[in-house]
């Protein structure tokens, strides 16, 4: 079933500028129509009478009166027009001009229908004068007359200006569009860094008063979102902080005790809970200060897998351009890596620089994830014993910070299934 946005466009502009261009072309086409149809043909109707009054004058003088000089001239002289009682026979010449607009269909119907006689009417290309021609007494006559008698050759002006004062229009409204779709631009474009985590200098509400609001509205839900972020980071390292005091006390404390199992198990909880405040800690630190700056994404990439050993190989591109948080992302991406080197043998991390985005795949060959708990992953403090096990450390938070951390630069962290038989995480990073 067609329908109608299948065959409009699908921008803004092209589709105010079509709600402009369409109804004036409409009206142009119409109103120029109507003004030919009508006006103009009535009054070329109009302007075919007064000839056909005048040729019937010389219609009875070639029929009545004699054919002298003195008689002629005067007859001519009061109508404006040149006439002969006896021309030579023949059709006058036809005129493209005239057929195409009508004027000569109209002016034969007068003046056969004033005459009473057969008519033929012709312009002649020497001296730009309609004749006409028809029987009398056995006789051809012939009438001159100037053609802007018949035909209203001004009728054109009104349509020029029609179109001149259409296309100023249509100018004043392209030149309205472009300020209006600009203002909507720069907010869709501000937007959009706000959610990458970029600060977009000299950015204010313009436009229309809804397009400000809605640019205030995104400059409030900006603001609230950072504000919310330091929040939560500020209370994160000072409860980190905080507990560190009091778990180093216990510690102490326990390490004076003697050894049995149940301290043994002890000294594990506290070490997950160090383990726990360090990754918070380190988290806030490197959110604190990390400002976004363009780098090289394949640099950092190959920085991380060195760090592994042989274990982690790297392929791709080697260089990969994006703009965002360096810190932030390499925490994530180690986190990544170090999951995929905890859980299976060999690790493979691919890059992909698309035309859009750029993506990096962190491979394993583990037991991976069965597909309908790849969201549970993503939940803190998740551990999924049955396909992970828990035989390492760790805090449940790496894949929970990686999205985080991905989202907040306007991409996204998904899992799937590994080409080597394990997990695979990939990270969206738009460029």
Not at 59 to 80: F, M, N, P, V, W
Not at 247 to 275: F, G, Q, V, Y
Request: hydrophobic share 45%; proline share 4%.
């Amino acid at each position: 079933m067609l329908r109608l946005r299948d065959i409009t466009p699908r921008g803004l502009y092209a589709r105010s500028l079509l709600m402009v261009v369409l109804p004036v072309v409409l009206i142009l086409m119409l109103m120029t129509w109507y003004y030919y149809d009508s006006h103009i043909s009535e009054v070329n109707r109009k302007l075919g009478q007064a000839i056909a009054r005048d040729v019937s004058l010389v219609q009875d003088y070639c029929e009545r009166q004699s054919d002298s000089g003195l008689e002629k001239d005067a007859i001519g002289t009061r109508l404006d027009l040149t006439f002969s009682c006896d021309a030579p026979g023949g059709q006058p010449e036809a005129e493209t001009f005239l057929e195409a607009f009508s004027y000569r269909k109209v002016l034969t119907e007068e003046l056969a229908t004033r005459l009473g006689v057969p008519v033929s009417v012709g312009l002649s290309s020497n001296d730009s004068m309609i004749h006409i021609r028809f029987p009398a007494s056995g006789k051809t006559v012939e009438v001159m007359i100037e053609r802007k008698r018949a035909v209203t050759i001004t009728s054109h002006f009104f349509i020029i200006w029609v179109i001149i004062f259409s296309l100023l229009m249509v100018a004043l409204a392209i030149a309205f569009l472009n300020q209006q779709v600009r203002s909507i631009l720069r907010l869709s474009e501000a937007a959009r860094a706000f959610g990458r985590g970029r600060d977009v200098p000299g950015f204010r509400p313009s436009g229309a008063n809804e397009v400000r609001d809605a640019a205030r509205a995104v400059i409030d839900m900006k603001n609230r979102l950072t504000a919310f972020a330091e929040q939560r980071t500020a209370m994160l390292a000072g409860v980190s902080h905080d507990l560190r005091t009091p778990l180093t006390r216990l510690k102490l404390s326990i390490a004076m005790m003697d050894e049995t199992d149940e301290i043994r198990a002890m000294k594990a909880d506290l070490d997950d809970m160090a383990m726990m405040l360090d990754e918070y800690l380190a988290f806030a630190k490197g959110e604190d200060g990390d400002e976004t700056a363009p780098f090289d994404l394949a640099v950092l990439v190959r920085e991380i897998a060195a760090g592994f050993g042989r274990r982690v190989s790297v392929a791709g591109p080697g260089s990969v351009r994006i703009r965002g948080r360096r810190l932030a992302l390499k925490r994530a991406l180690t986190n990544l890596v170090s999951n995929a080197v905890m859980y299976g043998g060999d690790v493979q991390v691919t890059l992909v620089d698309g035309p859009h985005a750029a993506e990096v795949h962190v491979d394993d060959n583990g037991p991976g994830i069965p597909k309908e708990r790849y969201e549970e992953a993503f939940r803190p403090f998740s551990r999924l014993d049955e396909a992970r096990t828990q035989n390492a450390s760790g805090t449940g938070l790496g894949l929970t910070l990686a999205r985080d951390t991905a989202r907040a630069h306007g991409g996204d962290l998904r899992l799937s299934e590994s080409p080597l038989g394990g997990l695979r995480a990939s990270l969206r990073l738009p460029h």
